[in-house]
């Protein structure tokens, strides 16, 4: 299939020694990437090469770039974040024009990300922000009493500690009330706007309920629905959603604090930090 493809490029005279690294790109990311990582990664893999590379590096023929150019480009980059992405990328680029000989050296061997710059910067301590208790239960009091669409997945997540997209990607199927369980195998995507795989091997996992949380459920289940519908509808915004209410409130919430609070709360109450997931 690989040579299949090749051949297809070469007739059209796209892929040569002396493309555009736009052009080497757009066959890379296309005939590769796109294979073999999930469409949210994929999309990432976009957004980083058009923001930085397409209008600027990306104009230069690839037999003609030099690690002197590669190493000014990364040099220049003002978000240290964007150095290391780019240089992971440009490096999967060069290397595979390497090994298809359509340039005679690597020229990213010999690129280095440059060293941050720490030193005249005060040292901050990241402290992840946590919904305090009457906050957390006056926040709860608000959203019911304002009828809010999110309020049912607001203190789901309180009592879950689920990721935003895993609790909009929750489906009836993986509900047991009876043993009071949830099930997570999915969540979903804010990029590809579709169900997609857990964060990771560790997100695939079963969540006993507490009770706040299951009574969200029994709120929910005496209302119509299939196995394969989602237990919380019309909340696809609820970043926007979240936005609003804590300006509204004036309590500082998001989505990511609600799943950080419930942590704490099981850190206090002497939950083993390692099963906290």
């Known amino acids: 299939k690989r040579k299949q493809l090749k051949e297809q490029f070469k007739n059209v005279d796209v892929v040569s020694r002396t493309m555009k690294l736009n052009t080497w790109f757009d066959y890379w990311v296309n005939?590769?990437?796109?294979?073999?990582v999930k469409q949210s990664t994929y999309l990432k893999y976009l957004e980083n090469f058009d923001r930085y590379v397409r209008n600027d590096l990306g104009q230069e023929r690839v037999n003609?770039?030099?690690?002197?150019?590669?190493?000014?480009?990364?040099?220049?980059?003002?978000?240290?974040?964007?150095?290391?992405?780019?240089?992971?990328?440009?490096r999967d680029l060069f290397d595979l024009l390497h090994k298809e000989n359509y340039v005679l050296k690597n020229p990213m061997t010999m690129v280095v990300l440059p060293k941050k710059e720490l030193d005249d910067?005060?040292?901050?301590?990241?402290q992840e922000k946590i919904l305090g208790y009457q906050n957390e239960i006056l926040l709860l009091?608000?959203?019911?009493?304002?009828?809010?669409?999110?309020?049912?997945?607001?203190?789901?997540?309180?009592?879950?500690?689920?990721?935003?997209?895993?609790?909009?990607?929750?489906?009836?199927?993986?509900?047991d009330l009876i043993n009071g369980t949830i099930y997570v195998n999915q969540q979903w995507s804010k990029e590809?706007?579709?169900?997609?795989?857990?964060?990771?091997?560790?997100?695939?996992?079963?969540?006993?309920?507490?009770?706040?949380?299951?009574?969200?459920?029994?709120?929910?289940?005496?209302?119509?629905?299939?196995?394969?519908?989602?237990?919380?509808?019309?909340?696809?915004?609820?970043?926007?959603m979240l936005v609003?209410?804590?300006?509204?409130?004036?309590?500082?919430v998001n989505a990511h604090m609600l799943r950080h609070t419930f942590a704490s709360r099981c850190y206090a109450a002497g939950v083993d930090p390692l099963k906290i997931r």
């Not at 480009?73 to 440009?90: G, V």
């Not at 910067?121 to 990241?126: G, T």
């Not at 857990?198 to 299951?214: E, N, Q, V």
């Open 141 to 175: 009091e608000k959203l019911k009493k304002a009828k809010a669409t999110c309020y049912q997945v607001v203190k789901f997540i309180l009592y879950t500690g689920l990721r935003r997209g895993e609790a909009i990607g929750l489906m009836w199927k993986n509900v």
């Open 244 to 252: 609003y209410y804590s300006d509204r409130f004036n309590i500082e």
């Open 64 to 90: 003609q770039i030099t690690a002197s150019k590669l190493q000014t480009f990364i040099n220049n980059l003002n978000s240290y974040s964007a150095k290391k992405k780019l240089i992971q990328i440009l």
């Open 121 to 126: 910067k005060p040292i901050e301590v990241k």
């Open 31 to 36: 005939t590769f990437k796109a294979q073999s």
């Open 192 to 240: 590809t706007k579709r169900i997609t795989s857990p964060k990771s091997k560790a997100g695939y996992r079963t969540i006993p309920l507490l009770g706040p949380a299951k009574d969200v459920l029994t709120e929910l289940v005496s209302l119509p629905h299939q196995d394969n519908d989602f237990v919380f509808k019309g909340i696809n915004r609820l970043t926007n």
